[in-house]
């Protein structure tokens, strides 16, 4: 009984002396990471455009000793480092900006305008905090290589390009992500949260971010004079049916157990008070988890605003159209099993209070391509709280809005959210090469 019970707080002193040791060591490289962070904060890249942020993730990475191979599904950068035998462990970053001005007031905002890919100037902001997905990754790194002798295995770093439009994952799994590179046991990611306070940890067990799709319908009639509508089909009438008939296909045909979205946009038709247009565009966004939903909304709606085209008379020659856009998010499952481990190891690391359950959300991210491959590797992203303590706490004394990601005015509590971010996911991969 006393051997058993010396073990056990020799286990737990070791434990302790371990996770101590991780947070000093992160807290040396804060300077430099933060240093970095502000790099990256003023020097965005819209998505497609990132060649300069993928040449820092892989000078970084190739000066830790990763054998690093650049412009993998346009400016994706893939870093890895083969340490004996074990588990191969992949962390993923992304690196695209916003076409957003920053207005946070911040003495390091970003600055920095470009041409979109309309040819239109617009301002530049990583206004969805990749800034800190990025250097939480390589602050990762950092760690894993200076504990490379306290684990086994093949450490992969993937810094993706172009997630705000939904293509990067998609475009480095169809080079060869997963057939040039080993394929990854686990698969782990983190996303800033605007709504946790900096220092917190939020995951989301099973679906934690939902299947995006933009829908366009373009809405035909016949134009004429708005004093005499009796001679036309008047395509915004049409419209007004359409946005109100899809309203009940949440209500009505999709089960109320099933999370579903269908949100109209934008609309656009009519130049003049007097005239009645021979067309209107809508443009429509859906959310929903389960494939099988996402299905049933893009069929209904193309039901609906057919049934009503012909109800209006119509000629085939007239009937609306209903395109999907290719760039599609999947929905992101988190592996029951892995969420519970990651769970686990940022416990150990943050101490109980500081990890919490999140609960599924709306929003997209393509992290989720990487496992629905035909291997269907295990993947797991939780929630780094980047809010600074006083604004939360002040948000919850008053009620007033946080600025939500994709604001102009996010701007997280950097210092505490990189460190936080960077004992979260170190923690969580050397428990995952050692098994625990």
Request: proline share 5%.
């Amino acid at each position: 009984m006393k051997r058993f019970l010396f073990s056990s707080m020799a286990l737990a002193l070791s434990a302790n002396v371990l996770a101590t040791s991780l947070e000093q060591s992160v807290q040396s490289k804060l300077p430099e990471l933060e240093q970095l962070y502000l790099q990256l904060h003023q020097t965005p890249e819209l998505s497609l455009q990132e060649k300069i942020t993928g040449q820092v993730m892989a000078e970084k990475l190739k000066a830790l000793g990763f054998t690093v191979t650049s412009n993998i599904g346009g400016y994706g950068v893939v870093g890895i480092f083969k340490n004996g035998n074990g588990p191969t462990v992949m962390i993923r970053t992304d690196t695209d900006g916003l076409p957003i001005i920053e207005q946070t007031g911040k003495d390091y905002a970003s600055t920095v305008t470009t041409l979109d890919q309309n040819n239109n100037k617009v301002g530049v902001m990583h206004g969805c905090a990749h800034d800190i997905h990025m250097t939480s990754f390589i602050g990762s790194a950092q760690q894993l290589m200076a504990k490379k002798d306290s684990w086994q295995g093949t450490l992969m770093m993937v810094a993706q390009p172009a997630e705000e439009v939904g293509a990067g994952a998609k475009a480095m799994l169809k080079e060869g992500l997963f057939k040039q590179f080993p394929k990854p046991d686990h698969v782990l990611g983190l996303h800033v949260s605007a709504s946790l306070p900096a220092g917190k940890i939020g995951i989301a067990p099973g679906y934690a971010l939902a299947n995006v799709d933009s829908v366009d319908i373009t809405v035909k009639g016949k134009g004429g004079h708005g004093a005499y509508p009796h001679t036309t089909v008047d395509p915004i009438v049409l419209s007004a049916r359409i946005v109100m008939a899809i309203q009940t296909i949440n209500s009505r045909e999709i089960s109320p157990l099933e999370p579903s979205v269908i949100t109209v946009g934008s609309i656009h038709g009519g130049a003049k008070h007097n005239v009645i247009s021979d067309e209107v565009k809508l443009q429509l966004t859906l959310r929903s988890y389960n494939k099988d939903v996402r299905e049933q909304q893009i069929a209904a709606i193309k039901r609906v605003t057919m049934g009503i085209a012909v109800s209006a008379g119509l000629s085939e020659d007239l009937y609306p159209t209903v395109y999907v856009q290719d760039e599609n998010t999947p929905s992101t499952y988190n592996d029951p099993q892995l969420a519970q481990q990651v769970k686990q190891s940022m416990i150990n690391e943050l101490g109980k209070d500081q990890v919490v359950m999140s609960k599924p959300v709306m929003a997209g991210e393509d992290f989720g391509r990487y496992g629905l491959t035909q291997d269907k590797h295990p993947i797991t992203i939780f929630w780094l709280g980047g809010v600074a303590k006083q604004d939360y706490l002040h948000s919850k004394k008053t009620g007033e809005s946080l600025p939500s990601l994709h604001s102009s005015k996010f701007a997280p509590d950097y210092p505490l959210t990189i460190e936080t971010g960077v004992r979260a996911m170190t923690a969580s991969a050397l428990d995952l090469f050692n098994k625990k």
